[in-house]
T-cell receptor
Framework: DVKVTQSSRYLVKRTGEKVFLECVQDMDHENMFWYRQDPGLGLRLIYF???????EKGDIPEGYSVSREKKERFSLILESASTNQTSMYLC????????????FGDGTRLSIL | GQQVMQIPQYQHVQEGEDFTTYCNSSTTLSNIQWYKQRPGGHPVFLIQ?????EVKKQKRLTFQFGEAKKNSSLHITATQTTDVGTYFCAGGGNTGKLIFGQGTTLQVKP
């Protein structure tokens, strides 16, 4: 079974802080994704990565950056957290090739005060 | 950009009633996937449809992909309380990237 692990289930940070959300997968998947989930808006793609050190912007990348130094780990960085970044953040991974199901982590509920 | 619209946003049914959620894409899709998210949980993959006009069943769940590959539906027959959750459709291209619909949250009254 694929295991996608997000470092925290709940996180509370202050406005202006630099925030790191970590995601690790154990299935040697090439593709990894970061989404945020907000009521009525579904899952919106922030960034994704097809390989180590490779990243591409999703639909809502503003205010975020990512890092993929190792294949199994994909980090989401909030450079200077703002209250409108309070949300549920979900990481997902898939194996190489189109039309593969995405495997999600349990999510991190981030509150910015 | 490409959008996937899903309706309704919420649905409350009595246990035993049927339920349907619909997805429409602004562009032709390579495939469509469906996910279920239980309250407090994360999205879990249910099924994928690839062919035009495809219909797949999983017990009481029936999934359809439109002839033009721009719309899809999920129908649940005789809902049970275990069906509670949010159902997402997600349209796929050839890159593995998905565009998710807004989701339909199903509540089932026992």
């Amino acid at each position: 079974d694929v295991k996608v692990t997000q470092s925290s289930r709940y996180l509370v940070k202050r406005t202006g802080e630099k925030v790191f959300l970590e995601c690790v997968q154990d299935m040697d998947h090439e593709n990894m994704f970061w989404y945020r989930q907000d009521p009525g808006l579904g899952l919106r793609l922030i960034y994704f990565s097809y390989d180590v050190k490779m990243k591409e912007k999703g639909d809502i990348p503003e205010g975020y950056s990512v890092s993929r130094e190792k294949k199994e780990r994909f980090s989401l960085i909030l450079e200077s957290a703002s209250t409108n970044q309070t949300s549920m953040y979900l990481c997902a991974s898939i194996s190489l090739g189109a039309a593969q199901p995405q495997h999600f982590g349990d999510g991190t509920r981030l509150s910015i005060l | 950009g490409q959008q996937v619209m899903q309706i309704p946003q919420y649905q409350h049914v009595q246990e035993g009633e049927d339920f349907t959620t619909y997805c429409n894409s602004s562009t032709t899709l390579s495939n469509i996937q469906w996910y279920k998210q239980r309250p407090g949980g994360h999205p879990v993959f249910l099924i994928q449809l690839v062919k035009s006009g495809e219909v797949k069943k999983q017990k009481r769940l029936t999934f359809q992909f439109g002839e033009a590959k721009k719309n899809s539906s999920l129908h649940i027959t005789a809902t049970q309380t275990t069906d509670v959750g949010t159902y997402f459709c997600a349209g796929g291209g050839n890159t593995g990237k998905l565009i998710f619909g807004q989701g339909t949250t199903l509540q089932v009254k026992p």
